[in-house]
């Protein structure tokens, strides 16, 4: 199910004419596919206003090799530059729909929906530019089963360097949104992840050869508390590469 809106934002300024703005519901376990018919680069502004975090996906046309890959975390907004070659897919792996609001410069050609396709559906890629420190890693803090720490606007919790087992940890956010990844720890690419919100706690899955990565993608400072299922070296807060 596709709601458009007409554009709304004609009449903010004489610049507003070429941009289009569409509503977007994406149903469940199903991904919205953008600008598949585009000959020009664009730019959007995206507004996740449900409940339902969406991975956002940069793909090569040609190819269908992910470029980018970002988590559109519930109340949050992203903005992507997309080039000619390129189309955008936002993917709901939830079990309830999405609602995104999206504001593009121009009027964009080429949208639809289709059902996932397990695995095929979650490529892997750096998120959203994200690269693990390349440094020899000097761990903050021993090895535990529980870390409170305080992460600054762009700052990461890398969490599990270390780790020759697989573990499950149980992650809380205070004080704004956290951005919550897991990805291989030798190539930094992307296994899952989703947003989570101030004040919520959910629990994630963390297998042999994986990192946790928790990220402050927001406007202010935030605390975050990690409690696992049992000892885990390596914790460090870095400032990732983009």
């Known amino acids: 199910m596709l709601r458009l809106l007409l554009p709304i934002l004609v009449l903010l300024s004489p610049l507003s004419c070429s941009q289009s703005t569409a509503g977007l519901t994406i149903p469940a376990k199903q991904m919205f596919v953008l600008g598949e018919d585009m ?3 664009y730019s959007a502004t995206l507004t996740n206003r449900g409940k339902q975090a969406v991975r956002l996906q940069i793909v090569r046309k040609s190819d269908l090799e992910v470029v980018k ?7 949050s907004t992203k903005s992507v530059a997309i080039a000619r070659q390129e189309l955008v897919q936002m993917i709901n792996s939830g079990e309830r729909e999405a ?13 639809r929906t289709q059902p996932l396709k397990g695995e095929a559906a979650m490529t892997a890629a750096p998120v959203d530019g994200y690269l693990l420190p390349a440094d020899d890693p000097v761990f903050e803090l021993s090895p535990n089963n529980r870390f409170r720490t305080e992460l600054e606007v762009g700052e990461c919790f890398l969490v599990g360097e270390g780790s020759r087992q697989d573990y499950t940890a149980d992650v809380k956010a205070k004080g704004g949104p956290l951005q919550l990844h897991v990805l291989k720890s030798v ?14 706690t959910e629990t994630v899955s963390v297998d042999e050869g994986e990192v946790l990565y928790l990220c402050n993608d927001g406007r202010t400072a935030i605390r975050v508390v990690v ?3 049992r000892e885990v070296p390596g914790a460090r807060v870095v400032t990732p590469s983009r």
């Open 39 to 41: 000959d020009a680069g």
């Open 69 to 75: 890959s970002l988590m559109l975390a519930p109340r």
């Open 99 to 111: 609602d995104l609001l999206v504001v593009m410069n121009k009027s964009v050609k080429g949208m």
């Open 187 to 200: 190539n930094s690419n992307f296994v899952r992840g989703f947003g989570l919100g101030s004040g919520s």
């Open 227 to 229: 409690s696992l299922s």
